[in-house]
């Protein structure tokens, strides 16, 4: 059945805004699909093309100037536009993979990347479309609504595997946890089935995983689905995807939409996910993205940081030596010096089954009790994190009566740090810790050695507010660089 057809066109102006198409929806149907199909997708001309890239990267503070061979490179430039579906009642989800002719199919038997399934219900719909990017004159558009009073066919699903997670935490008692916070699935744009997810998350050593698609949570239950069969711990979240930066929004408490969110807006958002109980992480905040720095490069106008639970302070490939994450670790220290109590991450921004090559980190945490959502989230908001090119990090402070840990809070003072840092054998990089610094925002740097396996002991006095924070440094992959960075132990006046 033929429901609803139309042309739209898209020009420059309409950059960085949602459009939104209504069309109504019979009562009875099975299954509903919609076409989305637009062109051109590439603009070809390369004197517009590095004009447009020229602007793009004006309003960014750039880690490495791009060369004019750089900006070459990448053209063509290419038209991106997600789509997103409400029916009467609800917001189905999102299409992000940008490509220019697609079908969206929703019932509730089955419905593509990125939205739920959910019986059709006959109404007012709207499908909208976000223009992350236009590089060309203008984007034409083919909208094809059709509904059927059939299910559609389902494809059968491959099995990837049958590993287990091994749990080694339990109640009463603190233990550091390998976790992952930042996945994708074929929901957003990662290459990943929910079921494969977890199960290379397992062969990764990981405990947890957080998923966070983009602007969908169609995949969130699927994944913990498979995460209770095989034993790893999958906490359903969002990666929140706007014109103007990312953040990772955990724990699937919040009811902010996506599409609403504005850099007026942001702060409020930020602090309505608190509230509802989510974790709120700024994601690869320095990150270009594509040559029109269109959304991944954080330009949001964050106000109230104290909000915020966390930051990437690495992210992606090669974390420790790239040049954006120098970037977001120099942020990162400016807002604990502020008094800002942020915690590091690392998000491996998974998409990929095993994408191999480049070094990657892992972030671990300081459970307390056993592996669950509630331990994983608290252990975030409490500040107990390091995040790691391949050492696990036993840490603690001492004023010989109690012991303090990542985290905490201690006041000024004499205490005995103890330090152990041992070489994960899992790990596949070259990693060689050779020191190990006491860093703060008001007293002087401390260094000492220390090798793999070694407990060193050192006496220290703490004389100001503020933080304490601690840095592992060697070489990796041959490169002289952080090997690891911890959040900080704060410092309260006595």
Known sequence: ?????????????DNKTHIRVSFEVPQGLKCVTVRTAYSPKYEYDEEKCIRLIDEGLSAQD??????????????????HIAWSLEDCEKVLGTEHRHRPDQTHVVSEVYSSNGFIKTKPLGGKWSLIASVNSIATDYIDVIVE???????????????????????????????WQRVEMHCHTVASDGDMQPEELVQNAIRRGYKAICLTDHNTISNVEETKKYGEKYGLVVLGGIEWTTFWGHMTVIGGNSDVNWLDITPKNINACIVRARERGDIVTLAHPKRLGSPLCAGCHN??????????????????????????DLLAKREWISLLDKGYKLCALYGYDWHSPDEGGPSFAYTYLGIDGKLSQESVMKAVEDGRTYIT?????????????????????????????????????????ESVLQKVAVCSGVQEELQFDCSDGE????????????????????????????????????IKEN
């Not at 099995?159 to 287990?164: A, K």
């Not at 997670?165 to 233990?175: E, R």
């Not at 050192?458 to 041959?478: A, D, S």
């Open 299 to 324: 330009n949001l106008p964050i106000t109230n940081w104290d909000y915020l639970t966390s930051y990437e302070v690495w992210s992606h490939y090669n974390p420790n030596v790239s040049a954006t």
């Open 455 to 490: 407990t060193i002991t050192h006496k220290i006095e703490i004389r100001n507010q503020g933080y304490l924070r601690f840095e592992g440094r060697g070489i990796v992959q041959g490169i002289q660089s952080d090997v690891f960075i911890t959040s900080p132990i704060y």
């Open 389 to 429: 090119m391949g050492y696990a990090v036993e840490l603690s402070l001492s004023d010989g009566v109690r012991s303090f840990g990542i985290g905490d809070s201690v006041e000024t003072g004499r205490y005995t740090l103890t330090i152990k840092c041992q070489r994960q054998k899992d790990y596949p990089f």
């Open 1 to 13: 059945m033929d429901i609803f057809s139309s042309t739209i066109r898209i020009l420059p102006k």
């Open 145 to 175: 609504v059709k509904g059927y009073d059939e299910y559609p066919e389902i494809a059968p699903k491959q099995s990837y595997g049958n590993d287990v997670a091994t749990n080694d935490s339990a109640d009463g008692k603190l233990s």
């Open 62 to 79: 750039v880690a490495k100037p791009l060369s004019y061979e750089d900006k070459r490179r990448c053209v063509p430039l290419s038209n």
